[in-house]
């Protein structure tokens, strides 16, 4: 049950940190300021055999893009944009919606197995 309680939280890091890359992918800086830092999410396994979504920054956070009528824009016209790709997002949260999907049903087999086993015993 730890391991499918640990899988579903792990989804909803991956689904959420994604969101927050998506709804930031518009957001440019200057060139000398720190904008948006987007991340990633590495899902590693821990010592119980549950798993774990360790969120790390994108490095690097930001690509330079040319933007001349953006009122952040350097004097050549260029921004700081996100180094966010739609795609690599759609992936993450599709990801993230099957990982949910698969531990909540581990988690209800084991709720079914559990009400087996007591209508057994009671």
Same mark, same amino acid.
């Given at each position: 049950?730890?391991?499918?309680?640990?899988?579903?939280?792990?989804?909803?890091?991956?689904?959420?940190?994604?969101?927050?890359?998506?709804?930031?992918?518009?957001?440019?800086?200057?060139? $000398?300021? /720190? =904008? &948006? #830092?987007? %991340?990633?999410?590495?899902?590693?396994? @821990?010592?119980?055999?549950?798993?774990?979504?360790?969120?790390?920054?994108?490095?690097?956070?930001?690509?330079?893009?040319?933007?001349?009528?953006?009122?952040?824009? $350097?004097? /050549? =016209? &260029? #921004?700081? %944009?996100?180094?966010?790709?739609?795609? @690599?997002?759609?992936?993450?949260?599709?990801?993230?919606?099957?990982?949910?999907?698969?531990?909540?049903?581990?988690?209800?087999?084991?709720?079914?197995?559990?009400?087996?086993?007591?209508?057994? #015993?009671?």
């Amino acid at each position: 049950m730890n391991v499918s309680l640990s899988g579903l939280s792990a989804a909803e890091t991956r689904i959420s940190t994604s969101a927050n890359n998506i709804a930031n992918i518009n957001t440019v800086s200057s060139p $000398d300021e /720190k =904008g &948006f #830092v987007p %991340a990633e999410v590495q899902q590693v396994s @821990t010592p119980n055999g549950g798993t774990q979504a360790l969120v790390r920054p994108i490095s690097p956070p930001s690509v330079s893009e040319y933007s001349p009528s953006s009122p952040v824009a $350097d004097s /050549k =016209g &260029f #921004v700081n %944009a996100p180094n966010v790709d739609l795609a @690599t997002e759609q992936v993450n949260q599709i990801l993230g919606r099957n990982a949910f999907d698969a531990n909540l049903k581990a988690l209800s087999a084991y709720n079914k197995t559990v009400e087996t086993v007591l209508d057994i #015993v009671g």
